[in-house]
């Protein structure tokens, strides 16, 4: 038997891959086949949006050779990324059906809706992989995503964890949340924008839940660096001292924090041999706080709020209490996951 080339296909909803298999007689005139190249056609994207964060999607992805639609209310933004080898699609319907893969950033949840809501265009999802980039809230991606679904498409809500200029270096960090087949389907497109890409859940919103959870962490160090300079500032220490002794503090920060997101994970309130610090020992120092801002004149908004979290905790006797026990005061009164505290 001659040995013989063929090409064989296999497709899925978002990729194609092309296998060049070689057939030819063994010893025992049976064929053997063997795989010698595969060559994989990228998804075909659209990306909707084309601000700082949008235009920079679209480079990484025309970098990483992916096929890229762009289509941006002012369409001039989008001549940049057309000299790069970005399509301009002519209307937003024109991008969609021509893509497998939908990214929206634009700049809110109404933005996006304004664009997908329409009769035209809300037929041509259907069958596509939606990965909605633009910034809400997790109700608001979970509607998002009822409508989407409604419509045949597959449905990821995202949230960056990055500034434009992060945008597909190896740490960067994206969160996921939604259709887990959509997200396996799409990974190496979705780990193209960034190495630090993770799925955190089926639920629509999560993404966005965590994102939030996650900034709000960040703010509250920021706000408290702002006070902190405003104290410093104050005793005639200048900006510099203060800057290099937070690194110098920075490890028993990070310990306090991580101890107090491990407690209240194991509802551990009580005070007990482990404790860093009872609630008792931080409002002892906390009150230098309230004091420097009395007698320096400074603004004690955040602080006087500071002290009603721990004047609450204090006025039930639970001095001795480790300071995670000022989590439950943060909740909405709902059962949460978890063992009781030890001091309910």
Known sequence: MIPIAYLKVRTSQHSKNIYLWISAPNTNQSLVERTIGEVTMKSNVCVLGAGRMGSSIVRTLLDRNYPTSVWNRTAAKCQPLAALGARLASSVEDGIRSADVLIINVLDYAASDALLKQRNVASALAGKAVIQLTSGSARLAREEARWIEAHGAGYLDGAILATPDFIGKPDTALLYSGSHAVY??????????????????EVP????????????????GLFGALQGMAVAEA???????????????????????????????????????????????HYSAFRHLLEACQERGLDAA????????????????RADDDFASLSPLFGNGSPRPGREPANA
């Open 235 to 281: 005793e005639g220490l200048d900006l510099d001292t203060f800057r290099s002794h937070l690194s110098a503090f920075k490890p028993v920060v990070d310990a306090a924090l991580f101890d107090v997101v491990d407690r209240t994970k194991a509802r551990l309130f009580a005070g007990d041999d482990a404790t860093l610090a009872s609630l008792g020992a």
């Open 302 to 317: 955040m602080p006087r709020a500071m002290d009603g979290i721990f004047q609450q905790a204090l006025a039930r006797g």
């Open 205 to 220: 919103g999560q993404a966005s839940a965590l994102d939030t959870a996650l900034l709000t962490q960040m703010w509250g």
């Open 184 to 201: 396996e389907a799409n990974k190496t497109l979705l780990f193209a924008l960034g190495g630090g890409t993770s799925y955190v859940g």
